[in-house]
């Protein structure tokens, strides 16, 4: 049994590994470079990379069908409610949530290369839906959609995907908790029973407080209520309850433990449905609550979205649309991969994935929901949680999501018109108050203290800016602090002493690689170094262990760098240096001397050394030579321009072992 549970899984994932292929010869150009590219994307190993359903189908069981239609089933249980109310959060008839939910499940169930992802409406791309189409309603929404999917489906094929690599996890931590009180404040208005038009965080906060006086005490009542239910039923798979017994395999105890877990998962239905008939119990001439109202039935069918639209009697153009959009036509697609791609990863577990993969399977849902009235969306985080946790084996568990969120549009849209709008708030605030990451806080402060700057920024500017502009203003920060620390490498300077072959000599080994924002850091540091602890006179070595390539500008500040040393006669040797690194140097300049290695460095030194006394470079008490080859050195860490005698003194003392 382990042995084909073991088959089965190699089966599921196998799509999942990216192969690392070697070198091959470059193919001959003209007619057969085409026929040799055309072979290899219609090769076989081509089509399990893009099809990856042609893998996991043919081991496909009986097990595997019964965990995918239990997953399937409690995804949809959670995503009927929640899409309904995403759908309201965009600014569009809550119809257009659950049109947005169901395409995700099928164009998954073939091009997804993981099988717990979940691909529909989430808070927030709803919310960004909302900042860009609130002028032109579904229409833009949907014409939305389809130009995102364009956009993802296109960086999916020329491999666009690495970008995301240089957004850092502070910057991601910082725009997901911004974009959660932001979601979490838009549903200040329906939880109140206030009807009000607001902008960004600040006015929400501002009209809600202005017309507090004017709230409906029904509405806010059940919302609270339903706020508190939801919160204990997502508790209750935590809690240890005495009459459970975790470790007992009977009949009842596994019972009693899937009631609770269906509890928990499928609150959000349970609690929409409960609300929903006490609504219509109260159905009269003086309803209590604010009703979602009619919700109109069916699925739309297929058409192309609307390049044109009338709004106030005025014909809008397609340019005119995207005019309107403005960034947001960028801002959607970039935030949909960031937030698929992050989410594939956390639930990775180690396991390799194609993101080009995952960023073409998510483009082709946009392109293909447009079609039937579908806003943009991507990957959600906490239905993939629960698709995970609820036993899925394949993507096929998506197949029984998208058919229930057919059948609800299809039979109980008629039922939607009595769910309360503040349950569906009460829905949508515990949705998202788990994304406000304020647990990245402590473990930032203890490792690296300056990767709160950029999730600081990123969090006051999604919050005060809008959630576009901070994210990529964070993004700049990130960025900024990156290149600076590439720009001023650390460079250990060390004072080896005397022996018998040599008069002893200054060690200068710079962190990183250099290249060319730092080669006038490293310059700097190189002449103080041959001025100050040299002297003037003793040799100085670099050591060029970490140098792996230099360009042009580099090399040009390494031959500016011997010329100085040459200049007052005083030696400077490069150890270790690579050979085609050598010959970029030697290109420009050939007087460098370099040693292959601190083996043969005092032969080098022997020939021809003056000696200094060691103890004129410990005058001013900052160096001391100790015993055991031990030395006190010098550690650049901050960057400057001047390299001038005057300059101000850049040193910190610290101790390491001598590299002899």
Not at 361 to 390: C, D, E, Q, Y
Not at 428 to 443: G, K, N
Request: aromatic fraction near 8%; include cysteine; charged fraction near 15%.
């Amino acid at each position: 049994m382990d042995s084909d549970n073991a088959h089965r899984d190699d089966a599921v994932y196998r799509s999942t590994v990216v192969a690392l292929e070697g070198d091959s010869p470059r193919p001959p150009g003209g007619a057969a470079c085409i026929k040799n590219k055309l072979s290899k994307c219609l090769s076989r190993k081509t089509l399990h990379r893009r099809l990856p359903c042609i893998s996991w189908m043919r081991s496909y069981t009986a097990s595997c069908f019964v965990g995918d239609l239990l997953a399937g089933f409690t995804v949809g249980l959670m995503l009927i409610p929640q899409a309904l109310a995403y759908g309201i959060v965009a600014g569009l008839p809550p119809n257009y949530g659950l049109y947005s939910a169901f395409m995700g499940c099928f164009v998954y169930l073939f091009f997804g290369s993981t099988m717990d992802l979940n691909i529909g409406p989430t808070a927030i791309m709803a919310l960004m839906t909302l900042q860009y189409t609130s002028n032109g309603g579904a229409d833009y929404a949907v014409l939305l959609c389809l130009i995102s999917g364009l956009i993802e489906l296109v960086a999916g094929i020329i491999n666009l995907g690495f970008l995301i690599n240089f957004i850092s996890q502070p910057v991601i931590s910082g725009f997901t908790s911004a974009a959660a009180v932001t979601i979490a404040s838009s549903q200040l208005k329906p939880l109140f029973g206030l009807k009000l038009k607001t902008e960004g965080l600040m006015d929400t906060w501002m009209k809600v407080a202005k017309n507090l006086p004017n709230f409906r005490w029904q509405d806010l009542t059940l919302g609270v209520v339903c706020i508190i239910i939801l919160t204990i039923m997502k508790a209750s798979r935590n809690v240890r309850w005495p009459c459970m017994d975790p470790n007992s395999r009977s009949f009842g105890q596994r019972a009693l433990r899937q009631v609770v877990f269906y509890l928990s998962v499928g609150r959000n239905a349970i609690i929409v449905v409960i609300a929903a008939v006490i609504a219509f119990a109260l159905e009269g001439d003086d309803q209590p609550f604010t009703l979602t109202g009619y919700v109109e039935p069916g699925v739309p069918p297929a058409a192309l979205p609307p390049f044109t639209t009338v709004i106030n009697n005025q014909t809008m153009t397609f340019p005119d649309i995207m005019s309107d959009v403005g960034i947001g036509i960028f801002m959607i697609p970039f935030i949909a991969i960031l937030d698929n791609i992050a989410i594939v990863s956390a639930f990775a577990k180690g396991r390799t994935f194609d993101a080009t993969q995952e960023i073409i399977a998510l483009g082709l849902t946009n392109i293909l929901g447009a079609f039937f009235g579908s806003m943009p969306v991507t990957g959600s985080l906490s239905r993939t949680a629960v698709n995970l946790t609820s036993g899925v084996r394949t993507p096929a568990g998506g197949l029984i999501t998208g058919i229930m969120v057919l059948l609800a549009l299809w039979f109980l849209t008629p039922t939607f018109y009595f769910i309360p709008r503040a349950t569906l708030a009460a829905v949508i605030i515990c949705a998202v108050l788990h994304m406000v990451d304020y647990e990245i806080i402590m473990p930032l402060w203890r490792s690296k203290r300056i990767d709160l700057i950029p999730w600081g920024i990123t969090l006051l500017a999604c919050l005060g800016w809008g959630l576009e502009w901070g994210i990529l203003l964070g993004i700049g920060v990130n960025l900024a602090m990156l290149l600076y620390s590439i720009a001023t490498p650390a460079v250990r300077i060390s004072v080896v002493p005397p022996s018998k072959q040599h008069a002893g000599y200054i060690l200068v080994a710079p962190s990183h690689g250099v290249s060319y924002p730092s080669i006038t850091h490293v310059r700097s540091a190189v002449r103080k170094a041959g001025l100050r602890q040299a002297g003037g006179s003793l040799p100085v070595v670099i050591d060029c262990s970490f140098i792996d390539t230099v360009d042009y500008t580099s090399a040009k500040g390494m031959k500016g760098m011997i010329e100085d040393f040459q200049r007052r006669g005083q030696t400077l040797v490069f150890v270790g240096m690579k050979p085609k690194l050598v010959k970029i140097v030697s290109a420009l300049h050939e007087g460098i001397t370099v040693c292959p290695s601190f083996d043969v460095l005092d032969e080098i030194l022997a020939d021809g050394q003056t000696e200094l006394p060691l103890e004129s470079l410990n005058s001013d008490g900052r160096h001391m030579v100790m015993s055991g080859g031990v030395v006190v050195s010098s550690m650049i860490t901050t960057p400057t321009s001047d390299t001038s005698e005057a300059a101000n003194p850049l040193l910190s003392t610290t101790v390491f072992q001598d590299h002899k």
